[in-house]
């Protein structure tokens, strides 16, 4: 067991895709505090989510379960799984557990996601900061309840609530910067009391509609740019809600996936200023904490023709950055292929639960597992889906390989040489295998991932397939 427990800091930033950082040039997000940060902690370059959205994601780390193994997803719509959690598990031995984001995945309509969290906190934006966008919200009930009744990110609960719309829309304005002051001031109290502290919180500010401005979801007005930029957004967004990118023969305007991604850059570069500010503000109270920085999943803008975070297992939405700072551990640049689910490890081990060789932060434990499992369980209530999309989809991911498993049969994407996906490559069942087994390195690993992978299709997979052992 681990010598020592110490404080835990989960940072997700919510829809933070790997793709959009560590380059400059026209176009790019400038990020200075995240490309430092990668000088002083464990940076985990080649990080995988296990799902492409917010609620099979976080389950994956709050139990280090595949979505399949959880039961938390479009399907489901909640956490019934008897399986403790991170925050149940370290309640249970005598950590202070709290969650703190104004995501409305969180705000309890939905069952069970937040057992164990023994304090919730929602940092909303004051009714100061309110401007015309959130009005528009709130004046137009009857189209935006009809949205959160017909989208499946939300919960029926949500849409029955008489108040959730004009919330909804508080929830929108960014407030990052009152979560974060709120987790400094939970953990200075914590330590006052003497007591563990385990911290989760979503930050929501790079998350759709990506507000451009610290306290505004509108751009100022000084520019005819900015004034077409913030005429036409809602449309922008309008086009892309309730799966409606999804449908067969659904267009999208290339401006729309212009637009929107100039707003996340710019909502990145907001909330790297933000981190910056907090860590500086802590100083050294995290001096004996693990922190850990990353995101629950990516973001589309017009790759593969996806929007948003829906359908996929593409990188565009499955790598995401991951740091980890850790009071012991040295910085460095790693590039094992890492999953987030395997978070719960680290989390465990933090808290004296678990050997820190058993986690993703020791190189004979990466080496041992060399693969990272993503799934997508897709949205089953969309009139019009396409085909292509109305299916559940699992990948593998191995240093030089995508494999992925789906109704018409694997593919494969060369990762050395088609790094943006955009040549699958249709293979049998066996190559399938035999890339796994070589990946692998060990017989018991390449065992163990090929029983989740024959388990996942015999129960899950839309269509009758059936991976076969290698000859």
Known sequence: MSARRRDVLLLVVDSLRAASLGGHGPGRPTTPFLDRLGEQALWFRRAYASECWTLPSHLSMFTGRLPSEHGAHFQTMAYRNPSPTI??????????????????????????????????ERPIASSS??????????????????????????????????????????????????????????ITAQRRAGQRVFICCNLYDVHA???????????????????????SVPFHLAALGQHAYLREGAQ???????????????????????????????????????VILTSDHGEAFGEHGLYLHDASVYDTHLHVPLWIR????????????????DLFGVLLASAGERRWSDTLLDAGHRAAHPFAVAEHFHYPRLAGMAERYRQNLLAVITADDKLVVRGEGP?????????????PQPISFDECTARIGRAAGSAAATDAVLADVRAWCGRFASRSIALQPAA
């Open 326 to 341: 850790h009071p012991d551990r040295g910085a460095a640049s790693i590039d094992d292929i890492v999953s987030t689910r």
């Open 209 to 231: 509609p990506y507000a451009p401005q610290p306290h505004s979801l509108l751009r100022p007005w000084r520019s005819p740019a900015a004034v077409w930029e913030n005429l």
């Open 129 to 186: 900061r309110a401007d015309l966008a959130a009005m528009f919200l709130a004046l137009a009930k009857p189209r935006v309840r009809r949205h959160i009744q017909r989208t499946g990110f939300f919960h029926p609960r949500h849409a029955a609530g008489r108040d959730f719309v004009r919330a909804f829309a508080r929830t929108l304005m960014p407030a990052d910067d009152l979560a974060l002051a709120r987790v400094l001031d939970l």
């Open 87 to 120: 925050a149940e598990r370290l309640a249970a031995v005598g950590y202070r557990t709290a969650l703190v984001t104004r995501n409305f995945v969180f705000d309890g309509a939905i069952p069970g996601v937040t057992r164990g969290f023994q304090i919730r």
């Open 252 to 290: 999208v305007r290339p401006r729309t996936g212009v637009v929107l991604r100039g707003r996340y850059h710019r909502a990145i570069e907001l909330m790297d200023r933000k981190l910056a500010a907090f860590f500086a503000a802590a100083g050294r109270l995290l001096d004996d904490t693990v």
């Open 411 to 423: 593919l494969r994407f060369d990762r050395s040489r088609d790094r943006d996906e955009q040549h």
